[in-house]
Each structure stands twice: as structure tokens, then as C-alpha cells.
């Protein structure tokens, strides 16, 4: 199995803090992915990394942003939480941008906004 | 832009019964087809794949077959079990992007 790890696996925060969750890899993968998963919805993507300091938006980032200042940990933040940023969250990581890459996932983070 | 359009479910079968799961894709070039399976309270974990025109991904009595002429993907397995109940996800990864596009997913229930 790939080594990813996300933290915490659950949280329950209250409307308008901060919240930060981080996904670690032990594969050295260059690309890192969050994603949320929500019924109807199925996966949509967030942001994504393409390397050290290299991130870009995806189609839902509005209210999140990302950091990664390692290969191995990529932080999504939740600048002020709201209700509608409830949801599991999974990170991935692909190794190469060729057109045969699966993607691995972590276990998922469920994240409840009160 | 790329994308993938999977039959709604949930999908409800009885053990034993014949499972098809279709999907189709758009994407520019030549892209690599995936199928992954989501068990309850679990991430996504790669089912099987094909990374070209009549390659056929077989894992676990799954079986799928890339038909670049209908542009489709769909999965089969000739016997579901109570265990194969999941969430099943049809995804490509096209080689100028290397961002994998998912399918919103297909719940498979299965009762004995």
C-alpha cells in the first residue's frame, strides 16, 4: 500500500475558525491532490501540487488554500469554516505525469463545520 | 475540457447476478482509463486499468475493456459477491494533463 497518512481522520469545528488538514507521503510522488467527496457530487477536486512551492486551484477552492513546502506533506486550510465545507476530504498523489499514473488515496478526513 | 459520465446508481443486484457498470469519457489525446473502488469508510483504492485501445484491465472476476470507438470503459464481473458492495469510480488520466478526472461514482449494493 502507498504510504499516505491524513490527519486528523475526523474534526468537528465550529463555523468561521481556521481549520488545517495535512496529508503526509512516504513515496516521494511529485503530484498531490485534495479532493472533497460529497453525495451527488462524487469526488471534485480542490487544489493540486505539482512540486516543492508549486500549487494551482482546481474547481472548487474557493474558501481553501494550500501549502507545500515538502515533498512529502501538503496542507489544505479552510480559512474561515463554514457549513457548506462539510464534507470528507481525501488527499491523493500520482508519480509522473504520464498518461498510465493511478492515483493513491489516503483514508479521508471527516471534517464537520457546526 | 476531459471528463467522465458513469450510470447513476445505486446499482442493487442479488448475489451471484451479472454486474455492468457503464462509462464513457471525453478527453483530448490518448488517455488512460481507470477503474477504482471506494469499500464503506475507506479512501479509493485502484480497481484495474487499461492504458490503450482494446487493452482489457481484469482484477479480482473484474473485467473492463477500452473501446476508443465508442469511447467507453465499462465494468463487468460475471458473479458479484456481498463483499464487492461498493462505491465504484470510472477515472481517466490524459498524458497532457496530469490530473486524474473522476466520475461522480456508482454505489453497488449486493444482498444474499
Known amino acids: 500500500d502507498a504510504g499516505i497518512t491524513q490527519s486528523p481522520r475526523h474534526k468537528v469545528t465550529e463555523t468561521g475558525t481556521p481549520v488545517t488538514l495535512r496529508c503526509h507521503q512516504t513515496?516521494?510522488?511529485?503530484?498531490m491532490y485534495w479532493y472533497r467527496q460529497d453525495p451527488g457530487h462524487g469526488l471534485r477536486l480542490i487544489h493540486y501540487?505539482?512540486?516543492?512551492?508549486?500549487?494551482d486551484k482546481g474547481e472548487v477552492s474557493d474558501g481553501y488554500s494550500v501549502s507545500r513546502s515538502k515533498t512529502e506533506d501538503f496542507l489544505l486550510t479552510l480559512e474561515s469554516a463554514t457549513s457548506s465545507q462539510t464534507s470528507v476530504y481525501f488527499c491523493?498523489?500520482?508519480?509522473?505525469?504520464?498518461?498510465?499514473?493511478?492515483?493513491?488515496f489516503g483514508q479521508g478526513t471527516r471534517l464537520t463545520v457546526v | 475540457g476531459d471528463s467522465v459520465t458513469q450510470m447513476e446508481g445505486p446499482v442493487t443486484l442479488s448475489e451471484e447476478a451479472f454486474l455492468t457498470i457503464n462509462c464513457t469519457y471525453t478527453?483530448?489525446?490518448?488517455?488512460?482509463l481507470f477503474w477504482y473502488v471506494q469499500y464503506p469508510g475507506e479512501g479509493l483504492q485502484l480497481l484495474l486499468k487499461?492504458?490503450?485501445?482494446?487493452d482489457k484491465g481484469s482484477n479480482k472476476g473484474f473485467e473492463a475493456t477500452y473501446r476508443k470507438e465508442t469511447t467507453s470503459f465499462h465494468l463487468e464481473k460475471g458473479s458479484v459477491q456481498v463483499s464487492d458492495s461498493a462505491v465504484y469510480f470510472c477515472?481517466?488520466?490524459?498524458?497532457?494533463?496530469?490530473?486524474?478526472?473522476f466520475g461522480r461514482g456508482t454505489s453497488l449494493i449486493v444482498h444474499p
Open positions: 491523493a498523489i500520482s508519480e509522473t505525469p504520464q498518461g498510465n499514473t493511478e492515483a493513491f
Open positions: 513515496e516521494n510522488h511529485r503530484y
Open positions: 501540487s505539482y512540486g516543492v512551492k508549486d500549487t
Open positions: 478527453a483530448t489525446g490518448y488517455p488512460s
Open positions: 487499461a492504458t490503450k485501445a482494446d
Open positions: 477515472a481517466l488520466s490524459a498524458g497532457g494533463s496530469y490530473i486524474p478526472t
